[in-house]
């Protein structure tokens, strides 16, 4: 897995992170096989990942929208 540090700090990103000017060398010694990741034009995009609370929220979000859809 990929970890992002600030001095003594590490970070924990529930977001996409982008690092610029990655080799695909560079790309296959970071990741690993639990890692979803992708390289493309350089630019490796770390997505994170989805818990089983995130698919029960995004799920009750998906039933509100629906409900409150206009016909």
């Known amino acids: ?6 001095g003594a700090q590490t970070l924990d990103l529930p977001y996409t992170l982008r690092v610029y000017g990655v080799t695909e060398t560079m790309f296959d010694e970071m990741v690993d096989e639990d890692t979803r990741a992708e390289l493309l034009d350089g630019v490796m995009m770390v997505h994170s990942p989805a818990t089983v609370q995130h698919d029960h ?3 009750f979000l998906r039933a509100l929208m629906s409900f409150y859809a206009e016909p």
Do not use: L, P, T
């Open 1 to 6: 897995m990929v970890e992002v540090k600030i």
């Open 57 to 59: 929220v995004s799920g």
